[in-house]
């Protein structure tokens, strides 16, 4: 019994011999056994052999004054190859707004030398996947999303003493990182510092987002607002959605589908995603810190480009930095700027008005990919800060988008009466499909 015992704790350690002299040192075996161990070594190597041709996962994360460009090169992605997968994922994604910490990921072949996937998780229910064909090397982007359950919130309150309008609405329930959102449409109608008093009464309606019962702050939209006070009177917006999801329509409007908007320019382009921001930061692509002196948004090359306001052409032409470039003088005497066009549509001494296309959206000079680069200049020839002027497409809805306004105000009113009867409005839920198009 103890022999037996002995020799069920050896025969697994000998199954596992993988050496030249293995036959020498299991000769005292059955043959039986001997065919075992043979079958077991392999069954190793072929798992092995396997491994071998799978491919491999490196990830990498993003650190403090980095731009993206950086953790390509840990990953040691080749540079051209590299600029074509942030290109990608710039169109899909704010680069200006990566943090230190987010990881990326990227899977290349069994050897190490080829990149055949990209990934970047923005959040719990959404990741960017970018694949890179091993013949061809098209670049092929899709979305991948989970999906979400919507639910509504109505929040009733009022303007409390000694208070402002930001801490009324916190105190009222409206999450702190969207107060901005309805303090700032209202702002656009409303004289606080002299038509607001105590116990004036607002309303908002909240549209959230759930995954698995967590509520994702970062999708919450402000559907609907209203201000009612005696001095101030009565004001209500309307959020509008435009079929395209970064449309520069999309913003708040009255039941007349008048912007809610002060004095607001108009925007460059119509689909407005800024990959990057005015002022000292890090370059989402170099990551060199340096000043910027403009915002840049992405856009397909040919993508019309309109003046925001009227004024006159006081540049239209090319030089090695800026490509294809036109500046605009403006009756304020500010001049707004549109570089690395593919097009020009301006003569330098015409007038244009406010939203005249002047140009497309191209690649020149020294550019990484499409875009368009917007800055503003100051009439003592300072740059500023586009995103500190109020900018709109429109300050009027007009056919086709004013009548999908008015569809969509029923629908929001539809939302408040479940909302006031204490039930959740019964609403066509879309699909969640993935993303995806060819670069």
């Known amino acids: 019994m103890k022999l037996l015992k002995i020799t069920t704790l050896i025969l697994p350690i000998l199954f596992t011999l993988n050496s030249c002299d293995s036959d020498s040192r299991t000769s005292w075996l059955p043959k039986s056994k001997k065919q075992q161990i043979a079958d077991s070594t392999a069954t190793a190597d072929s798992i092995k052999a396997y491994l071998a041709t799978l491919p491999i996962e490196k990830k990498e994360s993003l650190k403090s004054g980095e731009g993206l460009m950086q953790v390509m090169k840990r990953l040691k992605i080749e540079q051209q190859l590299a600029l074509q997968v942030i290109n990608a994922l710039g169109d899909e994604v704010e680069l200006d707004k990566l943090r230190s910490g987010k990881e990326f990921k990227g899977l290349f072949t069994p050897d190490s030398s080829k990149l055949l996937e990209f990934r970047y998780r923005e959040d719990i229910i959404t990741e960017h996947v970018i694949k890179i064909d091993s013949l061809s090397d098209s670049i092929t982007y899709a979305a991948i999303t989970s999906p979400t359950e919507t639910l509504y919130r109505l929040v009733k309150g009022k303007l409390e003493k000694n208070s402002t309008l930001n801490k009324s609405l916190i105190d009222a329930g409206i999450p702190s990182s969207i107060t901005h959102v309805v303090s700032g449409t209202l702002n656009s109608k409303i004289s606080f510092k002299s038509d607001a008093r105590v116990n004036d009464e607002f309303e908002v309606i909240l549209k959230e987002e759930y ?142 008005a406010a939203r005249q296309k002047i140009g497309a959206v191209g690649n020149t000079g020294r550019s990484t990919g499409p875009h368009l680069h917007f800055g503003v200049r100051t009439a003592s020839g300072q740059w500023m800060n586009p995103a500190k002027k109020n900018m709109i497409a429109s300050p009027k809805l007009s056919g086709e988008r004013f009548a999908m306004l008015k569809t969509q105000i029923g629908e929001i009113q539809g939302i408040r009466v479940a909302l006031e009867a204490g039930k959740q409005p019964v609403l066509a839920q879309k699909k969640v499909e993935t993303k995806q198009k060819k670069i």
């Open 211 to 352: 995954c698995n019962d967590t509520l994702l702050p970062s999708r919450t939209q402000v559907l609907y607002t209203s201000y009612e006070g005696v001095r101030a009177g009565f004001t209500e917006a309307y959020r509008f959605a435009d079929s395209d999801a970064k449309s520069s329509f999309n913003a708040f409007y009255t039941p007349l589908g008048e912007a809610l908007v002060s004095n607001g320019l108009r925007f460059p382009l119509d689909h407005i995603h800024v990959t990057s921001s005015f002022g000292y930061r890090t370059h989402p692509v170099t990551g060199q810190f340096k000043m910027h002196n403009g915002i840049d948004y992405s856009a397909k090359t040919g993508t019309p480009v309109y003046a925001v306001a009227e004024g006159k052409v006081v540049e239209s032409g090319y030089d090695g930095t800026s490509g294809n470039k036109v500046a605009v003088r403006h009756a304020d005497g500010t001049t707004t700027y549109y570089l690395h066009l593919s097009r020009i549509f301006a003569n330098k001494g015409t007038r244009v």
